[in-house]
């Protein structure tokens, strides 16, 4: 095609309208290379960005850049049983952070996600007991099932997060506050 929409020759140049391109075989016995395939309606185009397609930040990254931006994820597994879960993205930070901006990005990400549970932690936890206090106990029916959730639900993240960084995507934990840029 040629910039103007019309179909043109190997060499760039708009076929007037009404004449189809020469299929006649070459007099010199060199044979033009095949016309790139044609754009269709509906397809993305070339070089364009599409949702669900390829990931842009898969392309430049390497194989330690995943690994150590799913260390970013995955090491606050190993701490969280200490309410420590923030340790782990926080070295990956210091020690690749600046080496890497996709590792950077996953370990920022997973220390604001960390930051952020362990605020709503807290915060669950004093509400949690003065419930459970004013209650005399039976707002427990209601308070282990969301704990349940709320540690599933973190579980599900983190390896979400660790499976995206493993594919060199990008990801955005949901619902998290953004404290470290």
Same mark, same amino acid.
């Given at each position: 095609?040629?910039?103007?929409?019309?179909?043109?020759?190997?060499?760039? *140049?708009?076929?007037?309208?009404?004449?189809?391109?020469?299929?006649?075989?070459?007099?010199?016995?060199?044979?033009?290379? /095949?016309?790139? /395939?044609?754009?269709?309606?509906?397809?993305?185009?070339?070089?364009?960005?599409?949702?669900?397609?390829?990931?842009?930040?898969?392309?430049?990254?390497?194989?330690?850049?995943?690994?150590? @931006?799913?260390?970013?994820?995955?090491?606050?597994?190993?701490? @969280?049983?200490? @309410?420590? %879960?923030?340790?782990?993205?926080?070295?990956?930070?210091?020690?690749?952070?600046?080496?890497?901006?996709?590792?950077?990005?996953?370990?920022?990400?997973? =220390?604001?996600?960390?930051?952020?549970?362990?605020?709503?932690?807290?915060?669950? %936890?004093?509400?949690?007991?003065?419930?459970?206090?004013?209650?005399?106990? =039976?707002?427990?029916?209601?308070?282990?099932?969301?704990?349940?959730?709320?540690?599933?639900?973190?579980?599900?993240?983190?390896?979400?997060?660790?499976?995206? @960084?493993?594919?060199?995507?990008?990801? *955005?934990?949901?619902?998290?506050? *953004?404290?470290?840029?």
């Amino acid at each position: 095609m040629s910039q103007y929409g019309q179909p043109a020759d190997p060499h760039g *140049r708009p076929f007037d309208s009404g004449t189809q391109p020469n299929t006649q075989p070459d007099p010199h016995g060199t044979s033009a290379p /095949p016309p790139p /395939p044609q754009w269709q309606p509906g397809q993305p185009q070339p070089g364009s960005y599409q949702p669900g397609c390829a990931p842009q930040g898969r392309l430049g990254t390497t194989s330690e850049e995943r690994n150590w @931006a799913m260390a970013a994820h995955l090491g606050s597994f190993v701490a @969280a049983y200490a @309410a420590l %879960g923030l340790l782990a993205p926080l070295l990956v930070m210091i020690t690749k952070g600046n080496e890497s901006g996709f590792v950077r990005r996953h370990a920022v990400e997973s =220390l604001n996600f960390q930051l952020s549970v362990l605020v709503y932690s807290v915060v669950g %936890g004093i509400a949690a007991v003065v419930l459970t206090i004013g209650t005399l106990g =039976l707002g427990l029916i209601v308070l282990v099932p969301l704990i349940a959730v709320f540690l599933l639900a973190y579980a599900v993240l983190v390896v979400v997060g660790t499976v995206k @960084a493993s594919q060199g995507e990008d990801f *955005r934990y949901p619902l998290t506050v *953004r404290l470290v840029s």
